[in-house]
């Protein structure tokens, strides 16, 4: 079945470091994929998405481009703030029938100024 | 606009008990998730309606279950309560073939003694 694959956390950066999180997916056809952050204590929000083949999402300063070649969707980010810390979940919405969500795990973000 | 929100916060039940949780959809949305978030993991799929009928269903067993009304609310109904059990749960709603653009609740924490 359909499914999402993170890197392991934690990951811990200074402040104005450079961010990437790598994300990979196996899915049937060509599936929507996504990036939610979890703040401490919240529920999930979009950060930014895509929903084709070479497609960048973009949002705050974090970016994600949509390779289909590598089946992946890695989330970067120049230059972290302390207010970035939280958890990072890829997911991708899945082809036909309901609009379902499949998450990876979730990658815990800590930024130190 | 009002955004989705979840009741109660937090909720202690006892295993073999009943619980049901609710959720009130964003303004226009017409289609509903439910997610089930254990400690340290992401979110897995429990179902999700669309105009009152379920329209896609996870691997959880029949003792969950739900309701969508009218209004696009939705009510979570999980039976003879289990130690597992115990988790945050989520609602997101969306606008059905809205690319999967789903937007969520701030979650019920659930734990099951």
């Known amino acids: 079945g359909d499914s999402v694959t993170q890197m392991e956390g934690p990951v811990t950066l200074s402040e104005e470091a450079f961010l990437t999180i790598n994300c990979t997916y196996t899915?049937?056809?060509?599936?929507?994929l996504f990036w939610y952050v979890q703040y401490p204590g919240e529920g999930l929000q979009l950060l930014l998405k895509?929903?084709?083949?070479?497609d960048k999402g973009s949002n705050k300063g974090f970016e994600a481009t949509y390779r289909k070649e590598t089946t992946s969707f890695h989330l970067e980010k120049g230059s972290v703030q302390v207010s970035d810390s939280a958890v990072y979940f890829c997911?991708?919405?899945?082809?036909?029938?309901?609009?379902?969500?499949?998450f990876g795990k979730g990658t815990k973000l800590t930024v130190n100024p | 606009e009002t955004g989705v929100t979840q009741s109660p916060t937090h909720l202690i039940k006892t295993r073999g008990q009943q619980v049901t949780l609710r959720c009130s959809s964003q303004?226009?949305?017409?289609?509903v998730s439910w997610y089930q978030q254990a400690l340290g993991q992401g979110p897995q799929f429990i179902f999700q309606?669309?105009?009152?009928?379920?329209?896609g269903r996870g691997n959880f067993p029949p003792r969950f279950s739900g309701l969508q009304f009218p209004n696009y609310s939705s009510e979570l109904n999980v039976n003879a309560l289990e130690l597992d059990d115990s988790a945050l749960y989520l609602c997101?709603?969306?606008?059905?073939?809205?690319?999967?653009?789903?937007?969520f609740g701030p979650g019920t924490r659930l734990t099951v003694t």
């Open positions: 997101a709603s969306s606008l059905r073939d809205s690319m999967g653009e789903q937007y």
């Open positions: 899915a049937t056809g060509y599936p929507s």
């Open positions: 895509a929903t084709k083949a070479d």
């Open positions: 997911a991708l919405r899945t082809q036909g029938g309901s609009e379902k969500l499949v």
């Open positions: 303004s226009g949305h017409n289609t």
């Open positions: 309606y669309y105009r009152e009928e379920e329209n």
